[in-house]
Each structure stands twice: as C-alpha cells, then as structure tokens.
C-alpha cells in the first residue's frame, strides 16, 4: 500500500514547473531591461532587483542580472561624467 507518495510527487512536478515558469519571466524580463534604451536608471534598478529578489539560482539568468548590472555601471558613469 503506498499512502502520501502521488501527492508528494505531484506537488514536486507542480513546484518544479512553478521554478521553471519563473525562471522563464525572469529571462524575459532581464532581456527587456538590456534591450530597452529608453528605462530611467531608477526603473532599471527597480526591475533588477525584483528579478534578484526571486532567488532562482539559474545559470542564465545569473548571466542575464551581470549583464544589466554592467548596463545600470556604465549608465552611471554616463551620468557622472556630463
């Protein structure tokens, strides 16, 4: 007799494509940071740190956050050196 099993599996599949869904946000989200040129430095921020805040622990989107890290560095620089 197997009591409790299909639900902790179901709930395993069931969290593990809620990580995968966010994952997948937090890609495109990032992308939209990197691809817009015309977000205030205070919005680029803003939508970084949401994304961070999520905790994901994915590889891309690891490389996604330093690269709109780097583009929120060099826009202050920008913005230092006028």
Do not use: Y
Not at 8 to 21: G, Y
Not at 59 to 64: A, C, F, G, H, K
Request: with cysteine; proline share 1%.
């Amino acid at each position: 007799m197997m009591i409790g099993t299909t639900g902790c599996q179901s709930q395993k599949k069931l969290a593990m494509k809620k990580r995968a869904e966010q994952i997948e946000m937090a890609k495109k989200k990032l992308q939209s940071l990197l691809d817009n040129k015309t977000m205030s430095l205070d919005d680029l921020v803003k939508g970084l740190d949401e994304v961070v805040a999520m905790n994901l622990d994915d590889p891309e989107v690891d490389r996604l956050i330093q690269a709109v890290n780097l583009k929120i560095q060099n826009l202050k620089m920008n913005v230092r050196t006028r």
